[in-house]
Nanobody, 124 residues
Framework: QAQLVESGGGLVQPGGSLRLSCAAS????????MSWYRQAPGEQREWVAG???????KYAGSLKDRFTISRDNANNTLYLQMNSLKPEDTAVYYC??????????????????WGQGTQVTVSS
């Protein structure tokens, strides 16, 4: 069973940057398609970006120019680099793992493991 732990969230001013990390243990990260989701208060969980076992990346259309997902299989860690942050990016960000098919799924119910989330707040 895999355990996922997110870190790197915090308070940042509009226009700033953050890099989120998701450390995996219990299983090799390379076995899984990975994604980042986010959930703002009162909103449904939203898919942000995904990366497959073979490195294929996908982004929610509105975020592609500002966010970058990457993985370091040697260190069992997933990343999300977020630039030009906006107040509407404020949310709890979660990483999720699905048994690898090569392309990250989009539906939350297709993921096998979730982290506990890390809060990102974008405010002046």
């Amino acid at each position: 069973q895999a355990q996922l732990v997110e870190s790197g969230g915090g308070l940042v001013q509009p226009g700033g940057s953050l890099r989120l990390s998701c450390a995996a243990s219990g299983r090799k990260l390379s076995m899984y398609d990975m994604s980042w989701y986010r959930q703002a208060p009162g909103e449904q969980r939203e898919w942000v970006a995904g990366i497959g076992t073979i490195g294929t990346t996908k982004y929610a259309g509105s975020l592609k120019d500002r966010f970058t997902i990457s993985r370091d299989n040697a260190n069992n860690t997933l990343y999300l680099q977020m630039n030009s942050l906006k107040p509407e990016d404020t949310a709890v960000y979660y990483c999720a793992a699905a048994v690898g098919l090569g392309v990250p799924p989009l539906r939350p119910d297709e993921y096998d493991y979730w982290g506990q989330g890390t809060q990102v707040t974008v405010s002046s």
